[in-house]
Each structure stands twice: as C-alpha cells, then as structure tokens.
C-alpha cells in the first residue's frame, strides 16, 4: 500500500465532479419540468404536484451543496504536512485497510486498492483520532492496529 495521497485526492476530486455533474443535470431537468408545468383545470391536484416537484428540486439543491462542501474540504488537505498521529488529512494504513480521514465518501478503490475515505467526525475517525504508529483500536469487536500515517 505505497499509494500517494495526490492520488487518492484525485480520484475523490473526480468522483464528486461526477457526482455534482449528475445532480445539475437532475436540478436543470427538474426546473424546466416545473417551469414547464401549466396550470390545469384539476386544480388542488396540479399544486400537490407542483409542490412535489419543488420538494425533489430543494432536495437536489442541498445535495449539490454538500457536494460542494465536500469538495471544498477535499481542497483544504495538507498534501506537505507529515502526520505524527492521526488528523484530518492523514492517510492511515491500518492492518484492516487503508482510511483516508477527510471527507466521508466511503469506499474507493485507487490503483487497485480499496480505500475508505471517512471524515474525522464519523465513528471510525473519532476512534483513530490521535492514533500514532503501533497504536490499536477496538472497533465494532475488530482490533485495528495502526501500521502507517501519512
């Protein structure tokens, strides 16, 4: 497991791309079909379904800002800083995978790798919070001993 952070970084940067692409393209489709929606002669049942409409668009739009947020807290890792212990933007290699502690987006695979990239206030990172090299975790009943951070 000799994986770059960059990489990793890259391959999380391209993945909310897709994802923030797809949920636009949702948002652009949802709005014209409400904009495109007239008025009927049905009348109570035109609004009930023009009010769904808008609960999927505010639904798309919050989802494209955490996307954003998500993003920008992918921008602000430090890709210099050397980890003594266990932070946000330390890559740990554990005897049980690889965690990236940034944003929590879950498994990804990096050049064959599986990685988990899991933010620092989800349960696992709360657990290898602070965590040095030789330091072991019990978490959900697995031993979890820390083998590298970078």
Do not use: W
Not at 126 to 134: E, F, I, P, Y
Request: proline fraction near 2%; glycine fraction near 8%; charge should be neutral.
């Amino acid at each position: 497991m000799a994986l770059s952070k960059h990489a990793l970084i890259s391959t999380l940067a391209d993945q909310l791309r897709e994802k923030l692409i797809t949920c636009e393209s949702a948002i652009a489709s949802t709005r014209a079909a409400f904009a495109s929606d007239t008025k009927s002669s049905a009348g109570d049942k035109h609004e009930v379904g023009r009010a769904m409409v808008q609960q999927e668009l505010d639904k798309l739009e919050e989802q494209r800002a955490k996307l954003i947020v998500l993003q920008q807290e992918l921008a602000r890792v430090p890709l210099a800083r050397v980890y003594e212990q266990v932070g946000f933007g330390s890559l740990v290699i554990t005897d049980q995978g690889g965690y990236f502690i940034a944003i929590g987006l879950g498994a990804v695979e990096v050049e064959g790798e599986p990685y988990y990239a899991i933010s620092l206030a989800s349960p696992i990172g709360q657990a290898l919070k602070g965590k040095r090299v030789g330091d072991a975790i019990d978490f959900n009943g697995t031993r979890i001993t820390v083998q590298a951070i970078r």
